[in-house]
């Protein structure tokens, strides 16, 4: 998956609050991902399935991964596969991924996608409280308003469970409940967006002076309210998709959740499996990156075009250094895009570790 950095107001933020930002559309009010009226779970137990499952608890300092190697002639690039969540005060034990750092001539960080503005301050700041504004239903309506009657069934079956009686939600539009809802579920269980890993990495950079390579593709827009008004307009049958994907992987998947945060930081790669955690990542994620926000910015396949950054920067560091460090998501590392099979494929020699 592509690390989605935001749409920045550069000084103002202009994004849904860090979604893992989906596949088709549906036209119409009437748009259900698998789910009728008469099978609507009208008592989903999340919370009972997380209670059964327990917080994630983790004692004393923890190995994490071991390193993927990449090799061409006398020339490596070390990579450290990141995952989040990760469990609530992991003791990351960082000591192997310090020294490589430090032995390296470059530090190549997260593949990631960027769009910011041309604006000024008092026009950032505009458009920042404007922005407020479309993250809500159009025509001030509540979630009961927008979604199909079946999908809001799941919904107010599983939010008091997660999110209590906050009701402030409910003018919020779909993708933003959904974020809501996953983000409750991984703090009752004891797991969070850990930065941990990734600023143990940067600090140990910036401390040894060595270079931050950044595989960024990055956007400017040069009519920010043009754009704005296109946020407003991307179809709710995305986010009610998004919101679907995220009731299923609540119900059916926060063991795998749980179970890969406890691999990562133990150290069992083979433990950790993100294959069916896929679909709710890139259907959430094609609400931004398959609407008009980025073909009005001449932005199309986002995830080819950060891949392709990546594997031109990979390259360029195995050529100019003895040694590069690079973090890279698990995500991109395993499947069908792997981004080390895509070098592997070009003639480096990929090493998995033991």
């Known amino acids: 998956m592509v690390r989605w950095t935001g749409v920045v107001l550069v000084g103002s933020a202009l994004w849904w609050g860090g979604v893992a930002l989906g596949q088709e559309r ?35 300092r923890q190995p994490g991964p071991r390193l993927w190697r990449v090799t061409k002639g006398d020339h490596t690039l070390w990579v450290l596969a990141t995952l989040s969540p990760l469990p609530n005060g992991l003791e990351w034990d960082s000591t192997a991924v310090v020294e490589r750092v430090k032995a390296s001539q470059a530090v190549l960080w997260l593949p990631s996608f960027s769009m910011g503005v041309d604006a000024g301050f008092f026009s950032k700041v505009y458009l920042g409280y404007k922005f407020l504004q479309v993250t809500r239903n159009p025509d001030g309506k509540t979630l009961k308003e927008v979604l199909p009657e079946a999908t809001y069934a799941r919904w107010a079956a599983v939010k008091p469970q997660l999110l209590g009686s906050n009701s402030r939600i409910e003018r919020f539009r779909p993708i933003v409940a959904a974020e809501g809802l996953y983000g409750a579920a991984l703090k009752k269980l004891g797991l969070s967006e850990s930065k941990n890993v990734l ?155 033991q």
């Not at 919370?47 to 327990?54: H, M, R, S, T």
């Not at 009731?247 to 993100?274: C, E, F, K, M, Y």
């Not at 994620?285 to 609407?291: A, E, I, N, R, T």
Request: glycine share 6%.
């Open 26 to 60: 549906a036209a119409g009010h009437g748009f259900v991902t698998g789910v009728s009226a008469d099978s609507a779970p009208q008592g989903a137990d999340v919370l009972e399935n997380i209670v059964k499952l327990g917080t994630v608890t983790v004692q004393g």
């Open 199 to 353: 600023e143990t990495v940067r600090a140990t950079a910036k401390e040894s002076k060595i270079p931050l390579v950044v595989p960024e593709l990055s956007v400017k827009a040069k009519e920010p309210k043009k754009l704005l008004a296109l946020a407003s307009r991307i179809t709710l049958n995305g986010e009610i998709e998004c919101l679907n994907a995220t009731l299923d992987t609540l119900q059916n998947d926060l063991p795998v959740i749980r179970s890969n945060a406890l691999a990562w930081a133990q150290g069992d790669v083979g433990g950790i499996h993100v294959e069916r955690l896929r679909h709710r990542n890139q259907v959430c994620q094609d609400v931004f990156f398959g609407s008009e926000l980025m073909r009005a910015v001449s932005v199309s396949d986002v995830e080819s075009q950060v891949q392709t950054i990546w594997l031109n920067k990979a390259t360029e560091a195995l050529a100019k250094n003895r040694t590069t460090f690079a973090v890279l998501p698990f995500s991109n590392i395993s499947g069908p895009r792997s981004y080390l099979k895509a070098l592997e494929n070009s003639g480096y020699t990929v090493i998995a570790p």
